[in-house]
């Protein structure tokens, strides 16, 4: 009889989730991937008693073609029964995935494979492709395999031919889980890139699995659900959680780009109760819905994460829920995540607060988190009782770096001691986060997000914050967004708004700047903001479509003035 016991938590292994869903509920839907082809929607499906069997007997194959325990594997393969199947068969041989977003260009991408040095490389025939032309991996990879249609095909580096690895299944031949002690290595995230240099963050077990209990104690996710998972991460969550996962045929990368007729199409066809979606898609599918009258009747939970949703996005994309069903905003980074939430309904009464330069309330921390406020500095920190004997340690209200503690916080970059070092503060036995953002904690403990510290515009006068200040201006109803830069004249620094304009708004440049300059009068923060320049398209990432490369503006900026 195979009965599967619960491991200690201190030496885990995610995969012991589906473990325990093949045998509690072997025949249900773990995952549903569409495709699209000439209009017509189709739907591969797994259980999770066939997806673990697939993911031990990939996990079988992986050891005999010699990747082992230990060794790292670049993934780079589309959302598919094979992406599930083999990121689970990585995690149970105990092979540590490399995971990028391949929206983070060529020389990115690169430059983290030089960085994490794979052994093994896995991807689709378009991944080879460019490994071959843009030498990722050269130096270390020994082992290649390319993932196409329902088989695995294997070559060694540097050969031509590629030789078939045979996988077979059902072959009750259980695999034997390798588990790791608390803070060991099982993976390595890499960062967008969007708000600095990517850097991979070393993921634990430990850390996956606080990710879990806060989905399901926070979020209250229930075996038995049904995800709409546009995010390829997010979505292995699924299966760890009892939850289907169902995977809309869309580039994850680009969700600007999504059909929202195939994403309402999978949500009803599997009457999926909970939705994962960034900001961009929120927006995106909030003017579809509009548009076309459209009701999502089966959602129980909306989880946005990644960026701030706009209210206005959040308030339009709210009228095809019902009304007991909100958007859940959730706060962190890809070092954290989950810190905080709040929910769409307290959220849109914070309206006011944020149109007058208060900053965007984020929520408070979900269990297990601890959010504090520093002095905002450029110093490394090595240890928390610095902060502590110190006066860096701010009180509630007051604006300074954002910190955090909790079992899902990182503790380490991979291969990047100074960026560990001016991101971390060792507290004891655990570490603490420095998310490079600002904010503060109100007198009720929310937490109200200010902007990057990297994009505070500091002048001779005062200290200007991005996001209480561009919240002001974005007021104004032929604004659609703008970003504070600042820029050098003759070595003193001036704050310049840079403005994107709603498209089809008609104005003359001086009417709309002699308004915006009467706006930012009436607030502290923004009295002092006098030079307005008007841009036609923002850069922004191409993941959330709302992270604004201030860097690039303010280059733009300089050069305008000059």
Not at 86 to 115: S, Y
Not at 286 to 312: D, F
Not at 377 to 397: K, M, S, Y
Not at 505 to 513: A, E, H, M, Q
């Amino acid at each position: 009889m195979n009965m599967f016991k619960e491991p200690d938590l201190n030496k885990a292994n995610l995969c012991r989730h589906l473990k325990s869903a093949a045998i509690q509920t072997p025949s249900n839907l773990a995952v549903a991937v569409q495709k699209s082809h000439l209009s017509k929607l189709t739907y591969d499906e797994i259980d999770f008693k066939t997806l673990n069997e697939k993911s031990d007997a990939i996990a079988h194959a992986l050891n005999g073609y010699g990747i082992k325990q230990g060794m790292k594997a670049v993934l780079m393969v589309t959302p598919s029964i094979d992406f599930f199947a083999l990121t689970f068969a990585l995690f149970k041989a105990g092979i540590v995935p490399i995971l990028v977003d391949p929206g983070m260009g060529v020389k990115n991408l690169k430059q983290c494979f030089i960085e994490s040095k794979p052994d093994a490389f896995i991807g689709i025939p378009k991944a080879h492709i460019a490994r071959k032309l843009f030498s990722w991996g050269k130096s270390t990879v020994k082992y290649v395999l390319t993932v196409g249609g329902n088989e695995l095909l294997s070559g060694l580096a540097g050969q031509m031919t590629l030789n078939r690895l045979v996988i077979k299944y059902p072959s009750n031949n259980e695999y034997p889980m390798v588990t790791l002690a608390d803070d060991d290595m099982s993976a390595i995230l890499f960062t967008s890139g969007s708000t600095g240099v990517p850097k991979g963050v070393v993921y634990s077990h430990k850390m996956f699995e606080a990710q879990i209990t806060a989905l399901k104690n926070d979020y209250k996710i229930k075996p038995g659900e049904r995800d709409l998972a546009t995010f390829p991460l997010f979505s292995l969550f699924g299966p760890a959680l009892g939850m289907a996962s169902i995977v809309p045929d869309m580039d994850a990368s680009k969700p600007i780009s999504a059909n929202p007729k195939y994403i309402f199409s999978a949500i009803e066809k599997y009457q999926c109760s909970n939705l994962f979606a960034n900001p961009a898609l929120i927006d995106l599918l909030g003017q579809a819905g509009e548009q076309n009258n459209h009701k999502l009747t089966s959602l129980k939970r909306v989880i946005s994460a990644g960026a701030p949703a706009t209210l206005a996005s959040i308030k339009t994309f709210s009228k095809m829920l019902n009304n007991n069903v909100e958007v859940l905003n959730s706060y962190g980074a890809t070092e954290s995540l989950p810190l905080t939430k709040i929910g769409s309904e307290a959220l849109l009464k914070t309206t006011k607060v944020t149109d007058n330069g208060g900053g965007i309330c984020v929520g408070k921390p979900v269990e297990g988190v601890v959010v504090d406020i520093i002095k905002i500095t450029e110093d490394n920190i090595q240890d928390w009782g610095t902060v502590v004997n110190t006066d860096l340690l701010l009180q509630a209200n007051q604006i300074g770096e954002i910190v955090v503690k909790g079992p899902m916080v990182s503790s380490a970059y991979y291969e990047r001691e100074c960026a560990t070092k001016s991101a971390k503060i060792q507290d004891d036995k655990i570490v603490r986060h420095r998310m490079g953002d600002l904010g503060y904690l109100d007198n009720q403990g929310l937490l109200w997000m200010c902007g990057r510290k990297a994009h505070r515009v500091e002048t001779d006068a005062e200290v200007l914050f991005s996001i209480p200040c561009e919240r002001i201006f974005n007021t104004h109803k032929a604004v659609k967004r703008t970003a504070l830069v600042g820029v050098s004249n003759n070595s003193v620094i001036k704050p310049v708004l840079c403005i994107e304009l709603n498209k089809g708004y008609k104005i003359s440049k001086s009417v709309l700047f002699d308004e915006l300059k009467e706006i930012g009068a009436k607030f502290d923060q923004t009295q002092n903001i006098s030079n307005f320049l008007i841009h036609p398209d923002f850069p922004v990432d191409i993941r959330h479509n709302a992270k604004i490369f201030r860097e690039k503006l303010a280059v733009w900026a300089q050069n305008k003035k000059n």
